[in-house]
């Protein structure tokens, strides 16, 4: 069982900004593929916003390149997004994700519970 856990949303002024993390915790990891943030604003699909995987490579969605960055702590198994010059279209419900082999065959989607986090003056 994997499970993730996220934290750090909030209310924050246009202009401001906010980090959120993600633990991860579970026994069935083999290998993670990828780690990443997603957002789903009301009315809207859900959206990648940042994705790091474990080559090293990361990529970002159109709308939060050169302000948003996303990071990972690998002792800690702790993901994070850190979110600058925020704007009010940032609204959304973040979730982080993890991509992972539980085995040498077997890939899975784990996903967190969501964090919300509203721009608003």
């Known amino acids: 069982q994997v499970q993730l856990v996220e934290s750090g949303g909030g209310l924050v002024q246009p202009g401001g900004s906010l980090r959120l993390s993600c633990t991860v915790s579970?026994?069935?990891?083999?290998?993670?593929?990828?780690m990443g943030w997603y957002r789903q604003a009301p009315g809207k699909e859900r959206e990648l916003v940042a994705v790091?995987?474990?080559?090293?490579?990361?990529n970002y969605g159109d709308s939060v390149k050169g302000r948003f960055t996303i990071s990972r702590d690998y002792a800690k198994t702790t993901m994070y997004l850190l979110m600058n010059r925020l704007k009010p279209e940032d609204t959304a419900v973040y979730y982080c994700?993890?991509?992972?082999?539980?085995?040498?065959?077997?890939?899975?989607?784990?996903w967190g519970q969501g964090t919300v986090v509203t721009v608003s003056s």
């Open positions: 994700n993890l991509r992972y082999y539980s085995d040498a065959r077997n890939h899975w989607d784990a």
């Open positions: 579970g026994s069935t990891i083999f290998s993670i593929i990828a």
């Open positions: 790091a995987t474990s080559g090293g490579s990361t």
